[in-house]
């Protein structure tokens, strides 16, 4: 049974940084890409970050571009998003995504990914 399980969220100031997590069991985890999704109350899915199965591309929304940081450790089964300079925009549940086939140029695409996570949240106060 594959279960993504994230971690690290929370409340933070404005400026302010966290770190989350999203520790994988159950599937072979190198074979996946991964990526961080966001969802606000009221609003869709929003793509944040993917990372290739190797970690050799990396791709971001252009609103955390400069102040998120996705990483992985093959490992130890987890991908990590390092979250600096907070917004309150940025307030959101936090869901990590693990995609066995997706095309490359489809990351941002929700649909395109296998198994989900149940999602943390963030919450970043003014």
């Known amino acids: 049974q594959v279960q993504l399980v994230e971690s690290g969220g929370g409340l933070v100031q404005a400026g302010g940084s966290l770190r989350l997590s999203c520790a994988a069991s159950g599937l072979t985890f190198s074979s996946y890409a991964m990526a961080w999704f966001r969802q606000a109350p009221g609003n869709e899915r929003e793509f944040v970050s993917a990372?290739?199965?190797?970690?050799?591309?990396?791709y971001y929304a252009d609103s955390v571009k400069g102040r998120f940081t996705i990483s992985r450790d093959n490992a130890k089964n987890t991908v990590y998003l390092q979250m600096n300079s907070l917004k309150p925009e940025d307030t959101a549940v936090y869901y990590c995504?693990?995609?066995?086939?997706?095309?490359?140029?489809?990351?941002?695409?929700?649909?395109?990914?296998?198994?989900w996570g149940q999602g943390t949240q963030v919450t970043v106060s003014s």
């Open positions: 995504a693990a995609g066995g086939r997706l095309p490359w140029s489809s990351t941002y695409i929700p649909t395109q990914y296998d198994y």
């Open positions: 990372i290739s199965r190797s970690g050799s591309s990396i």
